[in-house]
Protein backbone atom coordinates (compact mmCIF):
# COMPACT_ATOMS: atom_id res chain seq x y z
CA UNK A 1 0.00 0.00 0.00
CA UNK A 2 1.07 3.61 -0.64
CA UNK A 3 2.24 5.72 2.23
CA UNK A 4 0.95 8.96 2.57
CA UNK A 5 3.96 10.58 0.54
CA UNK A 6 2.16 8.34 -2.04
CA UNK A 7 5.26 6.01 -2.17
CA UNK A 8 4.80 2.17 -2.62
CA UNK A 9 7.48 -0.65 -1.78
CA UNK A 10 6.93 -3.39 -4.57
CA UNK A 11 8.45 -6.57 -3.98
CA UNK A 12 9.28 -8.69 -7.27
CA UNK A 13 9.86 -12.14 -6.84
CA UNK A 14 10.58 -14.79 -9.83
CA UNK A 15 7.24 -17.13 -10.19
CA UNK A 16 8.45 -18.45 -13.71
CA UNK A 17 11.32 -19.89 -16.05
CA UNK A 18 12.89 -18.99 -19.26
CA UNK A 19 9.59 -18.22 -21.79
CA UNK A 20 11.42 -16.48 -25.13
CA UNK A 21 7.85 -17.13 -26.59
CA UNK A 22 6.34 -14.71 -23.70
CA UNK A 23 8.21 -11.16 -23.95
CA UNK A 24 9.52 -8.72 -23.81
CA UNK A 25 7.53 -6.93 -21.02
CA UNK A 26 5.14 -7.65 -18.36
CA UNK A 27 2.29 -5.25 -17.72
CA UNK A 28 1.39 -6.80 -14.61
CA UNK A 29 0.37 -4.82 -11.58
CA UNK A 30 1.41 -5.14 -8.10
CA UNK A 31 -0.52 -6.95 -5.67
CA UNK A 32 -0.55 -6.03 -1.78
CA UNK A 33 3.11 -4.75 -2.26
CA UNK A 34 4.14 -7.65 -4.59
CA UNK A 35 4.90 -8.23 -7.68
CA UNK A 36 5.38 -12.24 -9.21
CA UNK A 37 7.46 -12.42 -12.42
CA UNK A 38 5.90 -15.31 -14.41
CA UNK A 39 8.68 -15.82 -16.99
CA UNK A 40 12.18 -14.90 -18.15
CA UNK A 41 13.54 -13.52 -21.12
CA UNK A 42 17.08 -15.09 -20.28
CA UNK A 43 18.15 -17.42 -17.49
CA UNK A 44 21.63 -19.07 -18.44
CA UNK A 45 23.37 -20.81 -16.54
CA UNK A 46 21.27 -20.85 -13.54
CA UNK A 47 18.96 -23.69 -12.29
CA UNK A 48 15.84 -22.38 -9.75
CA UNK A 49 15.80 -22.39 -6.03
CA UNK A 50 12.77 -23.47 -5.07
CA UNK A 51 11.27 -19.83 -3.80
CA UNK A 52 12.31 -19.78 -7.47
CA UNK A 53 15.28 -17.51 -7.81
CA UNK A 54 18.18 -18.33 -10.01
CA UNK A 55 21.31 -20.31 -8.61
CA UNK A 56 24.27 -20.25 -10.60
CA UNK A 57 25.28 -23.36 -11.62
CA UNK A 58 28.05 -26.13 -10.44
CA UNK A 59 31.30 -26.06 -12.08
CA UNK A 60 32.90 -29.24 -14.01
CA UNK A 61 36.01 -30.98 -13.00
CA UNK A 62 38.03 -33.26 -15.22
CA UNK A 63 37.30 -37.43 -14.67
CA UNK A 64 40.89 -37.97 -16.29
CA UNK A 65 43.76 -35.36 -16.11
CA UNK A 66 45.34 -37.10 -19.76
CA UNK A 67 43.16 -36.64 -22.60
CA UNK A 68 41.92 -40.11 -23.89
CA UNK A 69 44.14 -40.65 -27.38
CA UNK A 70 41.11 -40.91 -30.41
CA UNK A 71 39.29 -38.70 -29.93
CA UNK A 72 35.83 -37.46 -29.24
CA UNK A 73 33.44 -39.31 -26.26
CA UNK A 74 30.64 -40.28 -28.10
CA UNK A 75 28.71 -41.99 -25.35
CA UNK A 76 29.74 -43.26 -21.62
CA UNK A 77 27.64 -45.41 -18.50
CA UNK A 78 28.21 -46.67 -14.80
CA UNK A 79 28.31 -50.20 -14.73
CA UNK A 80 27.81 -52.03 -11.92
CA UNK A 81 28.72 -55.74 -11.59
CA UNK A 82 26.71 -57.82 -8.81
CA UNK A 83 29.42 -60.95 -8.73
CA UNK A 84 28.53 -63.52 -5.73
CA UNK A 85 31.31 -61.90 -2.97
CA UNK A 86 28.51 -59.61 -1.64
CA UNK A 87 29.45 -56.78 -3.26
CA UNK A 88 29.02 -54.77 -6.10
CA UNK A 89 31.92 -53.65 -8.53
CA UNK A 90 31.97 -49.65 -9.87
CA UNK A 91 33.50 -49.74 -13.40
CA UNK A 92 32.62 -46.89 -16.54
CA UNK A 93 32.34 -47.59 -19.67
CA UNK A 94 32.65 -45.51 -22.91
CA UNK A 95 32.57 -45.55 -26.49
CA UNK A 96 35.51 -43.12 -27.57
CA UNK A 97 36.70 -42.59 -30.91
CA UNK A 98 36.93 -45.83 -32.83
CA UNK A 99 37.53 -47.29 -28.85
CA UNK A 100 35.15 -49.17 -26.89
CA UNK A 101 37.05 -48.08 -22.62
CA UNK A 102 36.19 -48.75 -19.05
CA UNK A 103 37.42 -46.80 -16.04
CA UNK A 104 38.14 -48.56 -13.03
CA UNK A 105 37.40 -45.05 -10.94
CA UNK A 106 40.82 -44.22 -10.97
CA UNK A 107 40.44 -41.66 -13.66
CA UNK A 108 42.68 -44.00 -16.24
CA UNK A 109 40.24 -44.89 -19.19
CA UNK A 110 41.75 -48.83 -20.68
CA UNK A 111 41.51 -49.82 -23.80
CA UNK A 112 39.19 -52.72 -24.67
CA UNK A 113 38.45 -52.80 -28.46
CA UNK A 114 39.66 -51.25 -31.36
CA UNK A 115 38.99 -50.60 -34.76
CA UNK A 116 35.27 -49.92 -34.74
CA UNK A 117 33.08 -46.73 -36.63
CA UNK A 118 34.22 -43.27 -35.54
CA UNK A 119 31.39 -41.22 -34.51
CA UNK A 120 28.37 -43.29 -34.30
CA UNK A 121 25.75 -43.36 -31.29
CA UNK A 122 25.93 -45.55 -29.13
CA UNK A 123 23.41 -47.69 -26.65
CA UNK A 124 23.98 -49.31 -23.66
CA UNK A 125 22.58 -51.70 -21.43
CA UNK A 126 22.86 -53.91 -18.88
CA UNK A 127 21.34 -57.89 -19.06
CA UNK A 128 22.48 -61.03 -17.21
CA UNK A 129 25.63 -59.34 -15.54
CA UNK A 130 26.72 -58.32 -18.85
CA UNK A 131 26.65 -54.46 -20.04
CA UNK A 132 25.83 -54.21 -24.07
CA UNK A 133 26.83 -51.85 -26.71
CA UNK A 134 25.59 -51.28 -30.24
CA UNK A 135 25.28 -48.20 -32.40
CA UNK A 136 24.09 -47.00 -35.39
CA UNK A 137 27.05 -48.24 -37.52
CA UNK A 138 26.22 -50.33 -40.79
CA UNK A 139 29.66 -51.90 -40.06
CA UNK A 140 29.76 -52.96 -36.31
CA UNK A 141 28.19 -55.48 -34.82
CA UNK A 142 26.77 -55.45 -30.97
CA UNK A 143 29.40 -56.50 -27.99
CA UNK A 144 29.26 -57.34 -24.48
CA UNK A 145 31.49 -57.13 -21.72
CA UNK A 146 31.57 -58.74 -18.25
CA UNK A 147 33.37 -56.14 -15.99
CA UNK A 148 36.60 -58.68 -15.90
CA UNK A 149 37.79 -59.30 -18.88
CA UNK A 150 40.48 -57.45 -21.16
CA UNK A 151 38.17 -57.22 -24.10
CA UNK A 152 34.48 -57.52 -25.43
CA UNK A 153 33.17 -59.93 -27.23
CA UNK A 154 29.90 -59.52 -30.30
CA UNK A 155 26.47 -60.59 -28.86
CA UNK A 156 26.04 -64.50 -29.45
CA UNK A 157 22.70 -65.79 -30.43
CA UNK A 158 22.89 -64.67 -34.00
CA UNK A 159 21.44 -61.21 -33.39
CA UNK A 160 20.77 -58.64 -36.16
CA UNK A 161 23.20 -55.74 -36.43
CA UNK A 162 20.61 -53.66 -34.52
CA UNK A 163 21.34 -50.00 -33.63
CA UNK A 164 19.70 -49.57 -29.83
CA UNK A 165 18.10 -51.94 -27.39
CA UNK A 166 16.30 -52.01 -24.20
CA UNK A 167 15.26 -54.34 -21.56
CA UNK A 168 11.95 -55.21 -20.99
CA UNK A 169 9.73 -57.95 -19.34
CA UNK A 170 12.79 -60.14 -19.04
CA UNK A 171 13.70 -59.92 -22.42
CA UNK A 172 16.13 -57.68 -24.66
CA UNK A 173 13.93 -55.76 -27.64
CA UNK A 174 16.05 -54.19 -29.83
CA UNK A 175 16.32 -51.87 -33.22
CA UNK A 176 17.24 -49.90 -36.22
CA UNK A 177 18.72 -52.51 -38.40
CA UNK A 178 19.22 -50.11 -41.56
CA UNK A 179 17.48 -53.40 -44.01
CA UNK A 180 14.71 -53.19 -41.96
CA UNK A 181 14.13 -49.99 -39.87
CA UNK A 182 10.75 -50.79 -39.16
CA UNK A 183 11.45 -54.37 -37.62
CA UNK A 184 11.32 -54.76 -33.38
CA UNK A 185 13.11 -57.85 -32.35
CA UNK A 186 13.25 -59.73 -29.43
CA UNK A 187 15.61 -62.40 -28.21
CA UNK A 188 14.67 -65.59 -26.24
CA UNK A 189 13.30 -64.86 -22.00
CA UNK A 190 16.15 -64.54 -19.92
CA UNK A 191 18.36 -65.01 -22.87
CA UNK A 192 19.97 -61.92 -24.66
CA UNK A 193 22.31 -64.00 -26.58
CA UNK A 194 19.59 -66.22 -27.99
CA UNK A 195 18.10 -64.18 -31.05
CA UNK A 196 16.67 -67.35 -33.03
CA UNK A 197 15.69 -69.75 -30.45
CA UNK A 198 12.08 -71.12 -29.21
CA UNK A 199 10.72 -67.35 -27.75
CA UNK A 200 12.63 -65.00 -29.53
CA UNK A 201 11.14 -63.19 -32.80
CA UNK A 202 10.13 -60.07 -34.22
CA UNK A 203 7.01 -57.50 -34.73
CA UNK A 204 6.76 -55.19 -37.44
CA UNK A 205 5.56 -51.50 -36.41
CA UNK A 206 3.71 -50.26 -39.01
CA UNK A 207 6.38 -50.52 -42.36
CA UNK A 208 6.79 -48.55 -44.93
CA UNK A 209 5.07 -45.37 -43.71
CA UNK A 210 8.34 -43.35 -44.29
CA UNK A 211 9.81 -44.01 -40.75
CA UNK A 212 11.97 -45.76 -39.01
CA UNK A 213 12.19 -46.82 -35.34
CA UNK A 214 14.17 -44.37 -33.76
CA UNK A 215 13.62 -45.32 -29.85
CA UNK A 216 12.63 -47.73 -27.10
CA UNK A 217 11.47 -47.55 -23.36
CA UNK A 218 10.12 -49.51 -21.32
CA UNK A 219 7.44 -48.09 -19.31
CA UNK A 220 4.29 -49.43 -16.81
CA UNK A 221 4.39 -53.11 -17.90
CA UNK A 222 4.16 -52.22 -21.99
CA UNK A 223 7.00 -51.35 -24.24
CA UNK A 224 6.97 -47.88 -25.75
CA UNK A 225 8.26 -48.09 -29.28
CA UNK A 226 8.83 -44.59 -30.98
CA UNK A 227 8.74 -43.51 -35.11
CA UNK A 228 10.57 -40.40 -37.18
CA UNK A 229 12.14 -38.77 -38.05
CA UNK A 230 9.33 -37.82 -40.85
CA UNK A 231 5.76 -38.48 -40.35
CA UNK A 232 6.32 -39.22 -36.42
CA UNK A 233 4.23 -41.94 -34.38
CA UNK A 234 4.58 -43.72 -31.13
CA UNK A 235 3.64 -47.14 -30.27
CA UNK A 236 2.97 -49.61 -27.42
CA UNK A 237 3.66 -53.21 -27.52
CA UNK A 238 1.33 -55.34 -24.72
CA UNK A 239 1.52 -58.72 -23.75
CA UNK A 240 3.52 -61.22 -21.54
CA UNK A 241 4.86 -63.66 -24.14
CA UNK A 242 4.89 -64.25 -28.44
CA UNK A 243 1.80 -65.71 -27.33
CA UNK A 244 0.27 -62.45 -26.66
CA UNK A 245 2.24 -59.47 -27.94
CA UNK A 246 0.37 -57.14 -29.82
CA UNK A 247 0.95 -53.74 -31.08
CA UNK A 248 -1.49 -50.89 -29.97
CA UNK A 249 -1.05 -47.69 -31.89
CA UNK A 250 -0.39 -44.85 -29.53
CA UNK A 251 -0.68 -41.34 -31.29
CA UNK A 252 0.50 -39.66 -34.36
CA UNK A 253 2.16 -36.80 -35.37
CA UNK A 254 4.68 -37.05 -32.29
CA UNK A 255 7.38 -39.03 -32.30
CA UNK A 256 11.12 -39.45 -31.51
CA UNK A 257 14.21 -38.13 -33.22
CA UNK A 258 16.94 -40.81 -31.56
CA UNK A 259 17.03 -43.33 -28.51
CA UNK A 260 19.32 -41.33 -26.62
CA UNK A 261 16.79 -38.42 -26.32
CA UNK A 262 14.25 -40.23 -24.54
CA UNK A 263 14.21 -40.95 -20.34
CA UNK A 264 12.24 -41.14 -17.60
CA UNK A 265 10.94 -39.16 -15.01
CA UNK A 266 8.63 -40.78 -12.59
CA UNK A 267 5.32 -41.84 -13.83
CA UNK A 268 6.40 -40.42 -16.82
CA UNK A 269 8.44 -40.47 -19.91
CA UNK A 270 9.97 -37.31 -21.96
CA UNK A 271 11.26 -37.39 -25.43
CA UNK A 272 12.67 -35.13 -28.23
CA UNK A 273 10.84 -34.85 -31.68
CA UNK A 274 11.62 -32.71 -34.32
CA UNK A 275 8.77 -30.32 -33.77
CA UNK A 276 9.82 -29.69 -29.79
CA UNK A 277 10.43 -31.44 -26.36
CA UNK A 278 7.25 -33.79 -25.30
CA UNK A 279 6.07 -35.66 -22.43
CA UNK A 280 4.21 -38.91 -23.00
CA UNK A 281 1.33 -38.54 -20.16
CA UNK A 282 0.97 -35.16 -21.86
CA UNK A 283 0.63 -36.37 -25.67
CA UNK A 284 -1.80 -38.69 -24.38
CA UNK A 285 -4.03 -36.39 -23.04
CA UNK A 286 -3.86 -33.76 -25.56
CA UNK A 287 -2.18 -35.49 -28.87
CA UNK A 288 0.33 -33.61 -30.34
CA UNK A 289 -1.62 -29.88 -29.98
CA UNK A 290 1.52 -27.68 -29.18
CA UNK A 291 -0.27 -26.74 -26.09
CA UNK A 292 0.61 -30.15 -24.31
CA UNK A 293 4.54 -29.45 -25.68
CA UNK A 294 7.39 -29.13 -22.74
CA UNK A 295 8.89 -27.32 -24.97
CA UNK A 296 6.36 -24.53 -25.54
CA UNK A 297 7.63 -21.61 -23.63
CA UNK A 298 10.85 -22.11 -25.52
CA UNK A 299 9.23 -23.63 -28.64
CA UNK A 300 10.85 -20.44 -30.89
CA UNK A 301 13.94 -21.49 -29.72
CA UNK A 302 14.25 -25.09 -30.07
CA UNK A 303 12.51 -25.09 -33.99
CA UNK A 304 14.34 -21.86 -35.05
CA UNK A 305 17.73 -21.59 -33.09
CA UNK A 306 18.66 -25.59 -33.22
CA UNK A 307 20.42 -27.13 -36.42
CA UNK A 308 17.82 -30.00 -37.00
CA UNK A 309 20.37 -31.75 -39.29
CA UNK A 310 22.08 -32.79 -36.21
CA UNK A 311 19.21 -33.46 -33.49
CA UNK A 312 19.97 -37.16 -33.65
CA UNK A 313 22.80 -36.64 -31.92
CA UNK A 314 21.31 -35.30 -29.29
CA UNK A 315 21.59 -36.41 -25.79
CA UNK A 316 19.05 -36.42 -22.97
CA UNK A 317 19.20 -37.48 -19.12
CA UNK A 318 17.07 -37.18 -15.94
CA UNK A 319 19.57 -35.16 -13.54
CA UNK A 320 17.33 -36.52 -10.49
CA UNK A 321 19.68 -34.83 -7.82
CA UNK A 322 18.07 -31.50 -9.03
CA UNK A 323 15.05 -32.66 -10.18
CA UNK A 324 16.05 -31.70 -14.16
CA UNK A 325 15.61 -32.71 -17.81
CA UNK A 326 18.81 -31.65 -19.44
CA UNK A 327 18.74 -31.87 -23.33
CA UNK A 328 22.18 -31.51 -24.90
CA UNK A 329 22.34 -30.08 -28.71
CA UNK A 330 24.14 -28.03 -31.23
CA UNK A 331 22.84 -24.63 -31.84
CA UNK A 332 21.83 -23.49 -35.64
CA UNK A 333 24.71 -23.10 -37.50
CA UNK A 334 27.12 -25.84 -36.12
CA UNK A 335 27.50 -29.28 -35.12
CA UNK A 336 29.15 -29.29 -31.98
CA UNK A 337 26.98 -29.71 -29.06
CA UNK A 338 27.51 -26.64 -27.52
CA UNK A 339 23.80 -26.10 -25.63
CA UNK A 340 21.64 -27.57 -22.99
CA UNK A 341 18.32 -27.07 -22.69
CA UNK A 342 17.19 -27.80 -19.01
CA UNK A 343 13.77 -28.62 -17.75
CA UNK A 344 12.71 -28.65 -14.09
CA UNK A 345 9.97 -30.34 -13.21
CA UNK A 346 9.99 -30.18 -9.27
CA UNK A 347 7.85 -26.61 -10.61
CA UNK A 348 4.23 -26.81 -12.08
CA UNK A 349 4.34 -26.48 -14.64
CA UNK A 350 8.04 -27.14 -15.59
CA UNK A 351 10.72 -23.72 -15.50
CA UNK A 352 13.09 -23.83 -18.49
CA UNK A 353 16.67 -22.29 -18.50
CA UNK A 354 19.59 -23.26 -20.84
CA UNK A 355 23.70 -23.43 -20.04
CA UNK A 356 25.78 -22.36 -22.47
CA UNK A 357 23.60 -20.54 -24.77
CA UNK A 358 24.06 -17.18 -24.19
CA UNK A 359 27.57 -17.41 -22.04
CA UNK A 360 30.16 -20.04 -21.96
CA UNK A 361 29.97 -23.22 -20.04
CA UNK A 362 30.93 -26.53 -20.54
CA UNK A 363 30.58 -27.97 -24.50
CA UNK A 364 29.85 -31.89 -24.60
CA UNK A 365 29.46 -34.22 -26.70
CA UNK A 366 27.66 -36.82 -24.76
CA UNK A 367 25.64 -36.90 -21.13
CA UNK A 368 25.21 -40.02 -18.47
CA UNK A 369 24.37 -40.00 -14.91
CA UNK A 370 26.60 -41.62 -12.79
CA UNK A 371 27.75 -42.18 -9.22
CA UNK A 372 31.12 -40.80 -8.02
CA UNK A 373 33.45 -41.83 -5.50
CA UNK A 374 31.31 -40.33 -2.81
CA UNK A 375 27.90 -42.92 -3.98
CA UNK A 376 26.18 -39.53 -5.32
CA UNK A 377 24.32 -39.58 -8.37
CA UNK A 378 25.63 -36.98 -10.82
CA UNK A 379 25.59 -35.58 -13.95
CA UNK A 380 29.07 -36.45 -16.42
CA UNK A 381 29.60 -35.15 -20.02
CA UNK A 382 31.65 -36.53 -22.40
CA UNK A 383 33.30 -34.42 -24.71
CA UNK A 384 35.15 -34.10 -28.27
CA UNK A 385 38.84 -33.63 -26.77
CA UNK A 386 39.10 -36.56 -25.25
CA UNK A 387 38.23 -36.10 -21.59
CA UNK A 388 34.95 -36.59 -19.37
CA UNK A 389 33.62 -34.53 -16.70
CA UNK A 390 31.99 -34.82 -13.37
CA UNK A 391 29.32 -31.93 -13.49
CA UNK A 392 27.42 -29.48 -10.58
CA UNK A 393 30.87 -29.18 -8.77
CA UNK A 394 31.38 -26.29 -5.65
CA UNK A 395 34.11 -24.62 -7.47
CA UNK A 396 32.03 -22.31 -10.45
CA UNK A 397 34.88 -23.11 -12.84
CA UNK A 398 35.52 -25.78 -16.08
CA UNK A 399 38.20 -27.96 -15.18
CA UNK A 400 40.48 -25.49 -12.83
CA UNK A 401 40.08 -23.36 -14.85
CA UNK A 402 37.93 -21.30 -17.58
CA UNK A 403 35.12 -19.22 -15.58
CA UNK A 404 31.57 -18.66 -16.77
CA UNK A 405 28.92 -16.55 -16.10
CA UNK A 406 25.23 -17.18 -14.96
CA UNK A 407 22.86 -14.33 -16.77
CA UNK A 408 19.04 -13.72 -16.46
CA UNK A 409 16.92 -11.05 -17.41
CA UNK A 410 13.33 -10.29 -16.49
CA UNK A 411 11.15 -8.60 -19.33
CA UNK A 412 10.71 -4.62 -19.03
CA UNK A 413 7.99 -3.81 -16.22
CA UNK A 414 5.03 -1.42 -16.81
CA UNK A 415 4.30 -1.93 -12.89
CA UNK A 416 0.79 -1.56 -14.20
CA UNK A 417 -1.14 -0.03 -17.20
CA UNK A 418 1.72 1.85 -19.31
CA UNK A 419 -0.94 4.58 -19.56
CA UNK A 420 -0.08 5.63 -16.05
CA UNK A 421 3.10 7.56 -14.99
CA UNK A 422 4.95 5.75 -12.52
CA UNK A 423 9.00 7.07 -10.85
CA UNK A 424 10.87 4.55 -9.34
CA UNK A 425 13.30 5.92 -6.57
CA UNK A 426 15.39 3.24 -5.80
CA UNK A 427 15.95 -0.38 -5.72
CA UNK A 428 17.34 -2.88 -4.03
CA UNK A 429 18.48 -6.72 -4.50
CA UNK A 430 18.09 -9.14 -1.83
CA UNK A 431 20.47 -12.20 -2.51
CA UNK A 432 22.61 -14.90 -0.41
CA UNK A 433 26.60 -14.35 -0.57
CA UNK A 434 28.67 -17.37 -1.81
CA UNK A 435 31.73 -15.71 -1.56
CA UNK A 436 33.91 -12.92 -2.09
CA UNK A 437 33.42 -12.72 -6.01
CA UNK A 438 31.23 -10.25 -7.47
CA UNK A 439 28.75 -9.74 -10.52
CA UNK A 440 26.64 -7.40 -12.32
CA UNK A 441 23.26 -6.02 -11.94
CA UNK A 442 22.13 -4.43 -15.02
CA UNK A 443 18.54 -2.18 -15.68
CA UNK A 444 17.28 0.11 -18.13
CA UNK A 445 14.40 2.96 -17.57
CA UNK A 446 12.67 3.50 -20.34
CA UNK A 447 14.57 4.25 -23.58
CA UNK A 448 17.54 5.13 -21.34
CA UNK A 449 20.66 3.00 -21.82
CA UNK A 450 21.17 0.11 -19.58
CA UNK A 451 22.68 1.18 -16.18
CA UNK A 452 25.06 -0.81 -14.32
CA UNK A 453 26.53 -1.61 -10.86
CA UNK A 454 29.06 -4.29 -9.77
CA UNK A 455 27.90 -5.98 -6.52
CA UNK A 456 30.53 -7.76 -4.34
CA UNK A 457 28.94 -11.03 -2.48
CA UNK A 458 31.42 -10.90 0.07
CA UNK A 459 29.01 -8.20 2.57
CA UNK A 460 30.33 -4.97 1.13
CA UNK A 461 27.43 -2.09 0.21
CA UNK A 462 26.28 -1.25 -3.02
CA UNK A 463 24.21 1.69 -3.93
CA UNK A 464 21.97 1.56 -7.11
CA UNK A 465 21.75 4.71 -8.87
Aim: aromatic share 12%; hydrophobic share 35%.
Amino acid sequence: MPDRSGKAKVIVSFNGGLATDFGPSFPGAPQNGALALPFLLQADNVYYELDGAPHKIGGASRVNATAVTGGAFHGLTDVWFQGTGGSETQKRFAYVGTRLLKEDVDGTWDELTTGLENSRQPCFEVFGDLVFWASTSTVDVPRTWNGSAGTTSAVGGSPPNFAFMRKHKGRMWAAGVASNPSRLYYSAFGNAEDWTGAGSGSIDIDPNDGDRITGLWSHKNELIVFKGPNRLSVHRITGRDPSDFARLPFVSGVGGINHNTIFGIGDDIVFASPRGLHSLAATAAYGDYIEAFLARPILSRYQDDLNHSELGTGWGVNYQARGLAIWLFAKSGGTQKNVYLVYDYRFQPGRWSTWGWDTRWLVGNCLAIIQNSSRKHRLFVGTTDGFAYECDMATRTVSAASAYTAAWKSPFLNFGSSAHLKTMEGAWLSFQPKGNYTFTFGYTRDNNAETTTTINQGGSASTLA
